[in-house]
């Protein structure tokens, strides 16, 4: 079979089931495209726009798309009038009705030098009740030429009625090895990471779980530093439970941000640290999600009984709830340090 979609990384049984799709004429008139931030789904949907237009797509010689002719060309390099990306007001919450209205208008017209006009519904999940019922219709019908791809991170937030008119297309997390091998082959800074700093490279490839497009961002060193500086103060504090020493408890307390959004973002990682320690605990083969090295989650599980981790772990999730509520912030470390007797 032609290779298909050769730029998209992983999900080959997606990525065969709509080559044969497009091959064969049957392509539906719109998909949900569901994913994490970086999974690719923007990937698939200009891969998909290239294919329902390639000039090439019945060469078996070439991929499909083939990124040759002069329709791929003009569509994977974002200059194609017929590939339209419909996002929300960038000063509102919610993709609202307007825009969808103006795409109904837009529908009418034929696609100006491709076979098809292809609208891709950026964080479709973020469309309010009225922009959802007034799309409806559109989806429901629309003209031959048209294909509507809806992106979005949770098609739960969509209608059922949405959902309905459009088969889901769910995008695969990559693996940590099939992570790795990617972004070392398209972005040198990975290799240079993996040389210098074999654990900072190990602690990306977690991070990023298996979406390519974050980890690729984690290679950045500034958009790196902050989530590196929480992991590690997520570890200090497992470690000072370990230790049980008032001094290093109250260190490690007083390290914690006064900020309220940023208290949040390193509560959520001591919670997944605690989340793997019990899964290290319970399981010889439970995926980790926090710890890049099993051994060193195993350790510091042994250290700590199952009730005190399932101790700690509500205490640190009341924390989050409390932090979340705009509890006062003293109050809440002072709390969680007395509950996980770091004080």
């Known amino acids: 079979m032609k290779t298909a979609f050769p730029t998209l990384v992983g999900n080959k049984a997606l990525r ?10 049957s392509l539906s008139h719109a998909y949900i495209i569901e994913g994490v931030r970086g999974s690719g789904k923007h990937t698939l949907a200009r891969q998909i726009a290239a294919a329902l237009s390639c000039e090439k797509k019945e060469d078996a010689h070439l991929p499909l798309p083939c990124g040759l002719c002069p329709s791929c060309k003009k569509i994977l390099s ?50 309010n009740f009225q922009a959802q019922n007034a799309f409806l219709l559109t989806l429901e019908s629309p003209p031959p030429y048209v294909v509507f791809l809806l992106l979005c991170e949770d098609s739960g937030a969509l209608l059922e009625t ?6 889901r ?39 990023a779980s298996g979406s390519v497009g974050q980890a690729i961002e984690l290679l950045d060193d500034k958009k790196r530093a902050p989530i590196s500086a929480r992991r590690a103060l997520a570890k200090e504090f497992v470690s000072a439970l370990e230790n049980r020493s008032a001094r290093a408890g109250a260190q490690i307390i007083s390290r914690l941000p006064q900020k309220r959004e940023e208290l949040l973002l390193c ?69 969680l340090a007395t509950k996980c007797r770091l004080i």
């Open 16 to 25: 065969e089931h709509l080559a044969a799709d497009i091959l064969g004429h």
């Open 78 to 127: 974002g200059n194609s009038p017929d590939l339209i990306f419909v996002q929300k007001d960038p000063e509102k919450a919610q993709l609202g009705v307007d825009i969808i209205r103006s795409v109904r208008e837009d529908v009418r017209l034929l696609p100006n030098d491709t076979d098809f006009k292809v609208y891709v519904i950026e964080d479709a999940h973020n469309m």
């Open 162 to 167: 949405v959902r309905s008119r459009a088969p």
């Open 169 to 207: 297309l769910k995008m695969q997390l990559l693996t940590p090895e099939e992570t790795e091998k990617y972004i070392c082959s398209v972005d040198p800074r990975a290799q240079e990471l993996r040389q210098s700093s074999p654990r900072e490279f190990a602690d990306v490839l977690t991070v």
């Open 267 to 335: 509560l959520f990682q001591i919670r997944l640290a605690l989340r793997d320690l019990i899964v290290a605990k319970k399981s010889d083969g439970g995926e980790l999600c926090f710890y890049s090295l099993r051994e060193e989650a195993e350790d510091l599980s042994f250290a700590l009984s199952t009730s005190d981790l399932l101790s700690v772990y509500d205490a640190v999730e009341e924390a989050i709830s409390m932090t979340g509520a705009n509890g006062n912030l003293r109050l809440i470390l002072f709390s």
